[in-house]
């Protein structure tokens, strides 16, 4: 399951149009299909790139060397093989395709394709990134500020979960799920679907204040317990992991019996243009 983090940072925005990329050995692949639905908004991405081919033949000899298949995160949320290219041969398809936005679309891939290199050198640009990412969205700045605090102690949470064994995938699913069960009395799938989302949407963008305060509760708590025991291997991670929710749930309840309401709501943060807050 990728984090929050690598969602983000794996998408660039041009101009509104989402640009999927993966980071591999040492630089980054974008999917070709988002890089000529960009430049030509053609309805069928499959069959302009089957007449490009006809129209340029040498590309088309060269196709297969040029084309990497990567899994990426597809549209809803789950990850699929996709057909990308790096930087250069990005470049060579798009000298096939005639578009105004050529020219400026070359320009953005090419200061893209250099903020990974940046964000090795200087880690908190990638912070940065993400939060302008937020805002852009049209997130009240406050919520922003503590979404990306949430970011912080995730991460610092997940780089612990890695050092002391834990598998990236399903056992980090599994503490996750736990965490949130524990702190808010649903699963994260029920989470969502409390909130009207779908399985793409990320359950913490969607969270109002409280709810992100509490899940950052959980787990810096969890990270606390886990180092203090110096726990490792997954059944130990796991109690951790219990606890930290639990703990953080206690506190839930005692906010909701003070002030007599529900801090799990249904509100969401779909269609964010039109609203700028939570519905």
């Known amino acids: 399951m990728a ?3 690598e969602k983000i940072k794996n ?3 041009f101009e ?3 640009v999927r990329r993966v980071w591999y050995e040492n630089k980054w692949f974008f999917v070709i299909s988002d890089i000529v639905f960009v430049l030509t908004e053609s309805n069928d991405v499959k069959q302009y790139v089957k007449k490009m081919r006809v129209r340029d033949p040498e590309l088309s000899v060269k196709w297969g060397t040029i084309c990497t298949p990567l899994p990426v995160v597809s549209r809803d949320g789950k990850q699929r093989e996709e057909l990308t290219a790096d930087l250069e041969d990005i470049f060579r398809i798009i000298q096939s395709i005639p578009s105004p ?3 400026p679309f070359k320009q953005w891939l ?9 964000e090795i050198q200087n880690p908190e640009l990638a912070m940065e990134r993400m939060k302008s990412l937020y805002e852009q969205k049209g997130y009240p700045n406050d919520w922003v500020a503590k979404r990306m605090r949430g970011i912080a102690v995730r991460n610092t949470l997940t780089d612990e979960w890695d050092k002391r064994g834990l598998k990236k995938g399903i056992e ?30 990320n359950l913490r963008d969607h969270m109002g204040d409280i709810e992100l305060i509490l899940t950052m509760l959980a787990e810096a708590t969890t990270t606390k317990l886990s180092v ?4 490792k291997g997954f059944n130990k991670l796991h109690n951790d992991a219990k ?12 906010i909701e019996n003070r002030s007599g309401k529900k801090i799990s709501t249904k509100n969401n943060f779909l269609n964010i243009k039109n609203k700028k807050r939570l519905k």
């Open 110 to 118: 090419a200061k893209v394709g250099k903020e990974r290199v940046d």
């Open 243 to 254: 606890e930290g929710g639990e703990i953080a749930g206690e506190t839930r309840r005692k």
């Open 101 to 103: 936005k050529a020219e």
């Open 3 to 5: 984090s929050t983090k």
């Open 172 to 201: 980090y699913a599994i503490l996750t799920n736990e965490i949130i069960q524990g702190t808010f009395d649903m699963k994260v799938d029920d989470y969502k679907k409390h909130k009207n989302l779908f399985v793409q949407h």
């Open 16 to 18: 509104g149009n989402k």
């Open 11 to 13: 998408i660039a925005l």
């Open 228 to 231: 203090d025991r110096d726990s």
